[in-house]
Structures are given as structure tokens and as C-alpha cells.
């Protein structure tokens, strides 16, 4: 399999051993603090973390890695964007498809809004997850005390995430409304408020990155 890595080609065989190889290489070429492992596109597939397991189930087939490396800065300032900017959009949607759910309208089309929905709040969850357990990320963001309050607006949201699965489950077309309005709406506004502030843009605005 090729690898592409900071503008040069490597060539590993598909075989496990060459999974330690690639990383050990990885870790020596990010030596430097201030860059870190952005993500890798793995035969066209974007991954963003379990590089190791997801590459290593897939060793045999794997034809080409392309390693992404960019700052610790432009990381986390991109992953914060890409937050609020999906949740500037999913906020108004989810007044819309609560009230679909309310109202018993088109359930094919209500049903896979929130399977897209679902797939969104796994990804919020994902990148709060990534931010709070990578110490490169979390360094950059650990003395401003409103990404705390981001983590735990994230604890909320799992769980309230997994109370909308249950009612899914139960096909409780009243409740899985209630907790898209009163909810899911309640933590995003919270989530993206807050990384508005982060960034100066909120009401309580500060710059302390």
C-alpha cells in the first residue's frame, strides 16, 4: 500500500507488522508539538480516530493512506467551525421535524430526517469526545472555563440522545417530538452558544485560546 505523508510517498506491505512501522514513522515525523495527526483518508474513506484498529482490520485490502497533518491551532479552530456551523443549520430543522412527529405528517420523510439527525449528534458527540481526550487539542482550549461547559452539554446530549433512541424504539411519536424541542434544541442552542464565546462572537464573548 502507498502512504502519502507531508508531500512525500512511503511503500509498506499489507501485513500487520507494517501497521507499528507506519505509526512509529508517524510519531518520529510529529516530534514537532505544534502539529498533530488531522486525520487520514484511507482508500477515499475519511477516518478521524481508531486509525490503528480501523487500519489494522483492513490491512490486506488497504491500497492507499493519506496521512493529514496540519496545527494544533487550525485543528481545533476547524473542528469548532465545522460544530456550529452544522448546528447554525440544524437548529431551525429541528423545530420543522418536531413538528412533523406532533402533527403524524409524512412519517417516511420524518423518519429519515432523523436518521440524519441521529448521524449528526453521533459526530457532535464524536468531536467532543476527540477534543477532551487529545492533550494536544484539549491544551489549547483548557484555560477557557466555557469549553467545560461544552463537555458537559455533550454529557447531556448523550443522554438525551439515547433517550430519543428508546422512544424510536418504542415508535413514541409524542415523546421523540418533545425531546427534539424541548431537548436536542435546548442542548445545540447551548453547545453553539458556547463555541461562539470561545471565539469572541457570543454575548460573553472572550479570547482566551
Not at 50 to 78: C, F, L
Request: with cysteine; aromatic share 10%.
Amino acid at each position: 500500500m502507498q502512504v502519502w505523508f507531508l508531500d512525500r510517498t512511503y511503500n509498506y506491505s499489507n501485513e500487520s507488522a507494517s501497521v507499528k512501522e507506519l505509526f512509529d514513522n508517524i510519531d518520529r515525523l510529529l516530534a514537532d508539538p505544534q502539529y498533530i495527526l488531522a486525520g487520514m483518508i484511507i482508500d477515499d474513506m475519511e477516518i478521524y480516530e481508531n486509525y490503528v484498529e480501523y487500519i489494522t482490520k483492513r490491512i490486506d485490502k488497504i491500497k492507499t493512506i493519506k496521512v493529514v497533518i496540519d496545527t494544533v491551532e487550525n485543528t481545533i479552530d476547524s473542528i469548532l467551525e465545522s460544530m456550529s456551523k452544522y448546528m447554525d443549520r440544524a437548529v431551525p430543522e429541528l423545530e420543522l421535524l418536531a413538528g412533523s412527529f406532533y402533527s403524524g405528517g409524512d412519517e417516511e420523510v420524518s423518519i429519515e430526517k432523523l436518521g440524519q439527525l441521529a448521524e449528526g449528534i453521533q459526530w457532535i458527540l464524536n468531536m467532543i469526545y476527540y477534543i477532551d481526550n487529545n492533550k494536544a487539542l484539549h491544551s489549547v482550549l483548557k484555560s477557557n472555563s466555557i469549553w467545560n461547559e461544552c463537555s458537559s452539554y455533550g454529557n447531556r446530549l448523550g443522554e438525551e440522545f439515547n433517550n430519543l433512541k428508546e422512544a424510536m424504539g418504542n415508535i413514541d411519536m409524542i415523546l421523540i417530538a418533545d425531546i427534539l424541542r424541548y431537548e436536542i434544541t435546548e442542548v445545540f442552542t447551548g453547545i453553539n452558544q458556547r463555541i461562539k464565546q470561545i471565539y469572541g462572537h457570543g454575548d460573553e464573548g472572550n479570547g482566551n485560546r
